[in-house]
Every structure is written in C-alpha cells, then in structure tokens.
C-alpha cells in the first residue's frame, strides 16, 4: 500500500508515524512544499525572538525520516487526478497512490481590508513568514498587531523582544473575548500592558495606508483614527488551504468536508489538520479546529483507518494551553466566556499575584464539573480529563484539587484559599475538607 | 561535515538591539576590573594588592549590577537574543572568553609562577582561613567561589519566579562556599587533612584508594571520620539519596563542579550538543570511566592485601597520569575553559565517574522521573535547548513519555522553560514508573539506540 500525504505539519506526520506502526510494510510519503522536514509551527515566535535555531525547532532529527522509512518530498503538489489515483507535484513526476491524506494546513485570513497587499503588512502562519517579518521588521519603530486572539499576543511578544512600539487593535470589549471570560482577560490585559503593548478594545481596522514607495505607513480604524506604522501584523485568524481540491471532486464548504472517519466525500481521500471541517460536529465542538493539538489527535485516527481499523474521530474531553508573555494558561472541558443558562462559574484569584482557577459547573444536581481555566497555575491533565469525562460533582472536585496540582516543587500551593473562598462565596453550602494535597509528592513515601 | 553544521547554524533574529546605557555601565565596571586584576598580575608589588582586590570588588559590582539591570526586570524565562548574541552563541566573545578561561587553566596546572602576583594579595586572607601562606589551589578556589557565588547571584535574579531554582540555586551557592572553600581551610587551620566533605569516591577517587585512606587514618578520630563519611557517602547515602530524589540531590544541589555549571555555566547550558550522535560519545565515555575507577580501585586494595606484589608503586604513578588527564585536562581546561563553545557540562556529562554512578542509580533503582502533562506538549524545544546534559527532552514529552535518563541532573530548567507547562520534576512509586500519558498514544518509534 501507498499512502500519500501533503503536508508534513502535525496532522501528516503523526499519521505517517502511527501507520508506520500499524503497517510496517506500508509505503509512506510525505509532500511539503513549506520546508523539507516537520517542524514545531507554535514554535516559530522562538525563532524571531532568538531563543531557537531552525533545528530546534525540528521534533525530531532529519536521521529519523530514513530510518524510519518515511518518504519526504520536498515539493508543491499542484493537482490532483483522482480518477487516476495520483498527484501532481511542480519539480517531481506524479505520484501514484493507493491512499491520500490532504493535510494541507491553513493560512492567514485576511478581511478584504483596502491595503492589505502593501509592503510590510503580513500574517504569521508559515516559516516563509517569520523570515520576512524577521526582515520587515528591522529598522521599524511602530508597529501594530490587528487581531485579539493567541496569534495576536504572540506577535506582540515578538515585536516586544526587538523593543518595537506595539499597538493591538481588539474587535471585543476586552482581550480574546469570543474565548475568555473577563476575569481571565483582565489578568492578560495586566501581562500586555506591563510589557509595554498598546492594547485598544473595541477597535476594528478599516483601511491601510501606504506612502509613494508602496508600503505601509499607518492604519484606519473604524473610529476613523489613524495610527502611524511600519509593519502591520495580521492576527485574524486562519483559513483552511484549499488550493488543491479546487476542481476536483472533494467537496468543500470553509475546508474540506469530511465524515466521522475523517474521509472527504471521495473514498479513499481522507483529510486531517487546520485543513478539514467535519461535516456533523458532535453538540459543542467545532468543525474545524486549528490547533496543534487535534491535528495530531486527527491524524492519529485518520491513519488506523487508512490501516485498516476504521475508528471515527473522537478527541475526547477539550484541552489547550497558551503562555501570554509571562503568564500561562491552561483549560479543559467547555469553559463559556459568558454566563450560559443552567451552568455557573466559580472564579478564584489571588489577591496580588497574576494566578487565577475557574471552575465551570452544571447548575444544580450533583454540579457536575464542565470546565476548567487555569492562569499562572499548572493543573495535570490526567486528573482534569478524568474529572470531565466522569462529569465529576464540584465538591469532589474542590476537595481533590490537590491531585490536579502540577506546579514544580516549592511552589506556594493555592488549594486552600481557594476551597476557603469557595465556602466564603457559598456560606449555606456544609464546610469543605481539602483532602488530597498535591499529588505524587504527597505519595512521596508511600 | 554533519558534526560542524550544529556549530553553523544561523538563528533568524539579528541584529541584536544594543545594550541599554546602564546595562553599558555596568559592563564597563567588569571590564575595568578585569583590567584592574590584569594589571596586578604584571604590576610591581607596591601596586599589586590595590589593583587586585580593586579589581575583584569592581568585578564583582560590575557583574551584580548588571544582572540586576539585566533580569531585575520583569519575571519568567526570557531567552531573547540568545543564539544571536555573540557571546552566547560562540561567537567572536565567546570563543575569546573560551580562550581566556582555557589559558587561565593552562598556566594555573603547569606554570603557576606566573601567577604569584594574584596569589600574594590573598596571603592575609589565606593566613586568617588556613593559617598558612596562599598558593594556587587557594587562589583557584576563591576564584571558583567567588564566580559560583557572583553568577549564582545572577541566576537567582534570572530565576526567581520559581521556588525551585531559588532554593537550588541558594544550596549550591552554600555548598560551594561553606563545604568546599571555607571548612576545608579551617580544617588545615587546625592541622588537619584539607578534606573535601562533598565530593565522594568514585569522583575523589583517591578518598577511597588504599594511599588516600592510609594517609586520612594518620589523623586520628577526625581522619577515621573521614574515611567512614567517604565509603557512607559512596555507598549507603548516594544509592539511598538517589533513589528517593534521583541524581539531583548531589548533582545540581550540592556538587562543586555542578554548581560552577548552574551558575558560571547557566549562560552557555544551551550550547551543550542534542544529537543522538553526541548522546553515543556519552555514554562510551562516562562509562568507561566510572568502569576505569572502579576496577583500579579494586586492584588496588587487591595490591594492599597483597603487600604490593601485584601492582608495584603503580599506585602513585596512577593517581599522577588519571589525575593529570582527567582531573586537570578533562574536568578544568575542556570542562570549564570550553564553557563558552561546547556548554557547561560538557564534564558532568562525558567525563564524571560519579555523574555515571549517579546515573545508572537514577535509571534503575529510583523514584524520580520527569513527569509530563498528558498531551500539553507543542514540541516546540524549548526544554530541550535549555537541558545542559544535552538530552532531548521534547523526544520524550512530545510522546507523552516521563523523562527517565540516567545523564538528567534535575537541574529542573525544562521545566522551567517550557511555555505550555508540561514538564514536572517528580518522586513517586516505583511502580508505572515509565508508563506514559494515556492522552497521546506515543509512537513506538526509537529515537536513541
Ligand atoms: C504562530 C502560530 C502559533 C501557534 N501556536 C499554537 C499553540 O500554541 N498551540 C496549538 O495547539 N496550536 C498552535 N498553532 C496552530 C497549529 O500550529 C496548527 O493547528 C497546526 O500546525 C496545524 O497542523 P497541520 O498539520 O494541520 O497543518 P500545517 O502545520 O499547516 O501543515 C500543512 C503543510 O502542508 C503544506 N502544504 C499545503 N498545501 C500544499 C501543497 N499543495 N503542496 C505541498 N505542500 C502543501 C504547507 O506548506 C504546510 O507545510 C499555532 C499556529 C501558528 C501559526
Ligand atoms: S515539553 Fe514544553 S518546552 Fe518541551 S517541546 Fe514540549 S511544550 Fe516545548
Ligand atoms: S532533563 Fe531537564 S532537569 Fe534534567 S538535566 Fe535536562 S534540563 Fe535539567
């Protein structure tokens, strides 16, 4: 058998990884046209800022392909002929295959601003790209970031390292607010004003400037206020990259449609990653889901289907983490970013330190734990998905939380207040025991 | 030319912004120091300790100062610029540095003559410690204080937003300072063997070779002390401490040449070489040596019992080449002096017998590991990058696999490190020791062999 994957990012490779496993006879190729090896996408902010070299950010060493016996070619595919199983590349003759994995990524997504081509205005999704902010930026004093999203903060950090001025211009009323409640996001708007970014709310880009040379020298909003600057970095979001299904018989809506099984509507061509949108998403997931994380979970199940084992995409319980400059965050489960009807939210902060832990429940009843969102604070993901899968009552949850400490040794443990403000905020409620202190140490002699 | 291609790859972020006008002053407070202590090494002797100890006290400013300027600022990891800095990614400053550092040694082991004017001014100080004159050994080791105790001080400012660092720091700190520099000079105040209560067989090898054993029994109580403290140490402490708390607790808490690499190292811990290659030098060397030791160690006693039919004055003539080789050319000119280009642990790691004691402990017979959290990881190697034993730590979490390498010194900076919070040095049971996360099904696919 041969299968075929375009794309080497997350989705194709761990699905090349796991057929490997699966079917040690399998032929395997991967096309990538972006860079001749895998690397680490959410890592491409370490290179601008000087903290990696474009090896380190390779997962694994370039010995490892071979040995493994993964194909790579390192090309365009720029078609498809899916009546006669191949794939047509730009330098390379066509590939025949028996199985094709479209793994194709996304791409900036840009809102048909006026301007928007101008030198010096980009988005951040490609290595192609950090090397041409990495060069636009140089010499430039002022720069702006529109989007309030993960991207977004990422950009500013970057911009930040080389001591530029940043702006962010946020369509919400405060910081990623499609995603965060507004206690979580004050405490980001804390991290971005102490690093020095600008962050305007309520502010959308109408139009960018140019001078005589063709490149960008100032914004619009949509307040009609205009704001100088030399680079313009496009933080809105991501499209799916759909070039090579154009034409042929794949259908596609925003990506490519696929089924449970992570197959398209042609049989025999799946598709995994930033690039598919499922067609019946179950109650309370996305379509599409572009992170790092379901692109390895899809292209994980997609491959045992293409071995043989058809298995339907199931990720389980949501995770994601993010760090804002110094702050980290974590979440699990569904944690709304408003007041939904039937849950309720219980937030706890520390009075002066930037840490925060939300507990999101199901109203009444056994208060079945729906979500978690953790900043500065580390929470193990073991113990979380475990309470989310078994729906687990808050007050089990509160006096567990120890289990779910995963702060590094010597760290101050927050347990307590926490419980004590939970019980403050609900004074008819009987008392809390904490029972479990932090997990393994706490079994340190057992 | 695979071996020079990690040594030539270009980081994308430059130029590097210029250092801030107090950051500049401060670095020219070191450099005047430095220029203050050179001039006492060649001036004549009416200006010979003003200079020096001008010099030592601009230095010492000069480098507090600037990492207050430098790190005092906001708190987390933030590696900006650092494979882009000339000085920390062996550049022209580096491999300056490297030089200096290298040639510091190369006269201190074999022409120490030369450096009779550093040494004198530290007479006062080495009579009020010691109760004798100072030679070279005692000018080494106020230096190696000195730069444990100045760079410890950078790296508790670096690091202070995590207790785990700051109390590691401070032991290494304490331990450098108390165990190694000053009770050892008591000890020769008081007419006693200069004993070194923190280094142990295998690595102090001679502590336990019939000469050093015989020559410690000579004093007394004290020196029979010394001898049950060393095989305790070797062979009852060292497994047990290693299987409750892994190699850690001497390696990166307590150990002398550990501590210079924390703190003098830290800037240059990520130059240490990730590749599989450089893992296969390791452990043919290190064990080769910790195999070394102990088999000599056993002819050895097996000469004693013999009353030296066996071996001769080989003895002598051993402790001589090993240390020559091992002790000065491996651990000090390459394992320091190369700081700057090869990484700071580049000792602990290819060289030290008691790293490979440690580590074959940690490995099979102890209750640490590093865990990671489920399916957090981004492989994006930034754990990696910081490990100075050169482990490729993102193999491991990018697979959901706990981290279980008998080189790890639980220096804990991966942890530190990592912007998604995946990486947790732990003690636990045994048992499921190297299960991985159920939340990402680790491919079964070798990564060292
Ligand atoms: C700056 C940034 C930071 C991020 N940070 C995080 C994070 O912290 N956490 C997280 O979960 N997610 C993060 N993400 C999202 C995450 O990186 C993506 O979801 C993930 O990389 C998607 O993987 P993929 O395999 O689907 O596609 P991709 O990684 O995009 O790979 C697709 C590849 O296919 C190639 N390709 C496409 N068409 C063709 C063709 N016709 N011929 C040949 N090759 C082709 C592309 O060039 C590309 O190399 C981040 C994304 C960005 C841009
Ligand atoms: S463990 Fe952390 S630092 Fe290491 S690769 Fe994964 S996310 Fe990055
Ligand atoms: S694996 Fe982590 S704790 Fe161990 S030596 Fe490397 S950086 Fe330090």
Redesign the pocket.
């Known amino acids: 058998m041969h299968l075929v994957i375009?794309?080497?990012?997350?989705?194709?490779v761990t699905c090349a990884q796991t057929l490997r496993r699966l079917r040690p006879e399998a032929r395997i190729t991967l096309?990538?046209?972006?860079?001749a090896h895998h690397f680490s996408?959410?890592a491409?902010?370490y290179l601008y800022m000087g903290h990696l070299r474009w090896p380190d950010v390779k997962p694994f060493e370039d010995w490892y392909w071979p040995e493994n016996r993964l194909e790579l070619v390192h090309?365009?595919?720029t078609g498809l002929d899916v009546a006669g199983k191949r794939v047509l590349l730009a330098r390379h003759p066509p590939l025949a295959y028996d199985a094709l994995l479209l793994?194709?990524?996304?791409r900036t997504r840009y809102y048909d601003w006026p301007g928007q081509h101008l030198q010096g205005v980009q988005g951040?999704?490609?290595k192609a790209d950090v090397e041409r902010m990495s060069q636009a930026t140089q010499g430039v004093r002022q720069a702006v970031v529109v989007g309030g999203g993960?991207?977004g903060v990422?950009l500013a950090e970057m911009l930040r390292a080389r001591r530029l001025e940043v702006t962010m211009l946020v369509r919400d009323q405060h910081y990623w607010g499609s995603v965060l409640p507004p206690e979580e996001a004050a405490l980001v708007d804390e991290q971005l004003r102490r690093h020095g970014v600008r962050v305007r709310y309520a502010t959308e880009l109408a139009e960018v400037l140019g001078d005589a040379a063709g490149r960008v020298r100032a914004v619009r909003t949509a307040a009609d206020e205009e704001l100088p600057c030399q680079w313009l970095g496009v933080a809105t979001g991501?499209v799916p990259?759909l070039?090579?299904t154009a034409g042929t018989a794949i259908e596609t809506d925003r990506g490519i449609l696929v089924d449970e099984l992570l197959q398209t509507s042609v049989p025999g061509i799946y598709a995994?990653?930033?690039?598919a949108q499922r067609r019946n998403p179950p109650p309370g997931e996305a379509a599409i889901e572009?992170?790092?994380?379901t692109?390895r979970m899809q292209g994980e199940t997609v491959a045992h289907t293409i071995g043989g084992q058809p298995t339907p995409y199931r990720r389980g319980p949501w995770f994601?983490s993010?760090k804002f400059f110094d702050l980290e965050y974590q979440t699990y489960g569904q944690v709304p970013a408003g007041p939904v009807e039937g849950q309720s939210s219980f937030w706890w902060q520390h009075p002066s330190a930037p840490l925060g832990l939300r507990l999101h429940y199901r109203t009444g009843g056994e208060q079945a734990l729906l979500g978690l969102n953790a900043l500065g604070l580390r929470l193990r993901h073991e113990v979380c998905d475990a309470w989310l899968r078994a729906g687990a009552p808050l007050r089990t949850v509160l006096e567990q939380l120890g289990a779910a400490n995963f702060d590094p040794e010597f760290f101050p443990q927050h347990e307590a207040s926490i419980v004590a403000a939970y019980s403050r905020q609900h004074p008819d409620e009987p008392p809390l025991t904490l029972r479990r202190r932090k997990g393994l140490l706490a079994r340190m002699l057992s | 030319m695979s071996f020079l291609a990690a040594y030539s790859d270009q980081p994308l972020a430059h130029p590097t912004p210029e250092p801030s006008a107090a950051e500049r002053l401060w670095l020219a407070l070191v450099a005047l120091g430095l220029l203050a202590l050179g001039v006492a090494a060649l001036a004549p002797a009416g200006l010979r300790d003003t200079a020096f100890w001008l010099g030592l006290g601009l230095l010492s400013a000069g480098a507090l100062g600037w990492s207050w300027r430098k790190f005092g600022g906001s708190r987390g990891v933030r590696h900006n610029f650092l494979w882009s800095r000339a000085s920390t990614s062996r550049g022209a400053v580096a491999w300056a540095a490297g030089v200096a550092l290298t040639g510091f040694y190369v006269v201190l082991y074999w022409w120490p003559a030369y450096l009779e004017n550093l040494i004198r001014p530290l007479d006062g100080l080495s009579q009020l410690l010691r109760g004798r004159a100072a030679d070279q050994w005692f000018l080494y080791g106020s230096f190696y204080t000195l730069a444990v105790l100045l760079m410890g001080g950078r790296a508790l400012l670096k690091y202070r937003h995590s207790p785990y660092q700051r109390v590691r720091t401070a032991s290494v700190m304490f331990f450098q300072l108390g165990l190694a520099w000053l009770l050892p000079g008591v000890l020769l105040a008081l007419q006693q063997p200069e004993f070194y209560f923190t280094y142990f067989w295998p690595l102090k090898y001679d502590y336990l070779f019939p000469g050093g054993v015989q020559s410690l029994l000579q004093n007394g109580h004290l020196g029979a002390f010394m001898v049950g403290w060393g095989i305790i140490m070797s062979f009852v402490a060292t497994p047990v401490l290693t299987y409750f708390f892994g190699k850690r607790w001497y390696c990166s808490w307590v150990c002398g040449c550990g501590g210079l690499a924390e703190t003098a190292g830290d800037p240059y811990r990520h130059l240490s070489d990730k590749r599989r290659e450089a893992w296969r030098y390791e452990v043919s060397i290190v064990y080769t040596v910790l195999g070394f030791i102990v088999v000599t160690t056993a002819l050895l006693w097996l000469n004693a019992a013999r009353g030296g039919a066996l071996l001769g004055r080989f003895s002598d003539e051993f402790a001589q080449t090993y240390g020559f080789f091992i002790g000065s050319i491996f651990a000090g000119v390459v394992g320091v002096g190369f700081y700057p280009i090869l990484g700071s642990r580049v000792w602990c790691r290819y060289g030290c017998p008691m790293a490979a004691y440690l580590g074959l402990l940690q490995k099979h017979f102890s209750r640490f590991r590093i865990t990671t959290n489920g399916g957090q990881c981004?492989s994006c190697g930034n754990c990696s990058n910081v490990c100075e034993m050169g482990i490729d730590v993102k193999q491991y979490a990018q697979r959901g696999e706990p981290i279980i390498r008998a080189a790890c010194v639980g220096c804990g900076l991966c942890s530190t490190a990592c912007p998604r919070g995946v990486l947790n040095l732990e003690n636990g049971p045994r048992e499921g020791r190297y299960q991985p996360s159920q939340l990402i099904h680790a491919d079964s696919l070798r990564i060292l062999s």
């Open positions: 375009i794309g080497n990012g997350i989705a194709g096309v990538s046209a972006e860079s996408r959410p491409l902010m090309d365009q595919a793994a194709t990524g996304a951040l999704v490609t993960l991207i990422e991501v990259n070039d090579l995994a990653g930033d690039c572009p992170l790092w994380y692109g994601n993010a | 981004i």
